[in-house]
């Protein structure tokens, strides 16, 4: 009988590997489950993700995947998050979830494990669990329901933050940002102008206005910023610039504070959108620019605004014929 040394080999190779991994799973299995601090906490949720792609869904891989994890981070070694772009993803999944990446990974460098080390860790983890469903790809009420863990104990953090938000964080240094005097500002709202001397700048300005004292957005708002997503995909738009602004109804710190959070919020939405937070920057005036309070006592809601500065590619211009003039 002629025997096949490379198959021999393989065959070795393969169950050497096979071991390797159910043994690294199999220790996970067994880790005890601690709590207290955000090392454990993550230890026991990727333990989790381990048990379940092994006993649940026979995808020994990533169950060693996320073993590994468990056990890196039992030992005091604190797990990063999954990179989308290690993952072999779908384009029109690949910008919410670099976007999500991105979203994290602020948040913790910001205090989330400070906030609730149990929600970071809920968070990481229900994000490493949506990427890897997401490369999968047939399952979709998982992918939905790891998407939506990962987006609620954000949005809790995001609450979190506006509530805290410290005077030292309301100055001028910190919100107000340099304006590009190359590009020229629409004549009307919703235009978008070209200015004949410098053909590098387009500028497109959307306002969406508040309640007053609020920082609510409606629908109708959510539904703007959600058609955003295709033209930034598309590389039309390269910058979103959010600027806050109030009225003249409260004291000067009140409506520095609140343009902040009207700024803040269409910046989470926009995130939630599947928008990059790298191609937006956030700017607070309060009521510099509140320019009508026609109600005497300093409330006028065209005052009560956040407006949507965004900066277009050159060729927009030629493909919508959209000037100002």
Known sequence: MRVNIFKIFLILTVGTLMSACFAQIDTARNLPRVSGDFKSELSERY?????YEADEMYDWPDADKFAGKA????????PLAENPKNWVLPKKDLVELQAAFNRLNTALSEGFVD??????????AAFDCWIEQTEEGWQLDHIAICRQKFLSTMKEFDKYKMSNIKDDDLNSNNLEMGIDRDIVVMKNEGDICLNENRKN?????LKIHFAHGDAKLYQRDLKLIQDLLPEVTAGYITDIRILGHADKSGS???NLKLSFQRAAVIWRSLIESGISPKVMTLAAYGELN???GSLGDGRDPRDRMAVLELVYRPDYISRNSLACG
């Open 47 to 51: 333990r989790e993700l381990a048990i």
């Open 71 to 78: 056990l890196d981070a039992s030992s005091g070694r604190v």
């Open 201 to 205: 700048n387009l500028l497109r300005q």
């Open 252 to 254: 000067n710190r009140f």
């Open 290 to 292: 509140a320019t009508h």
């Open 115 to 124: 906030y609730s080390h149990v929600k970071a860790a809920k968070a990481q």
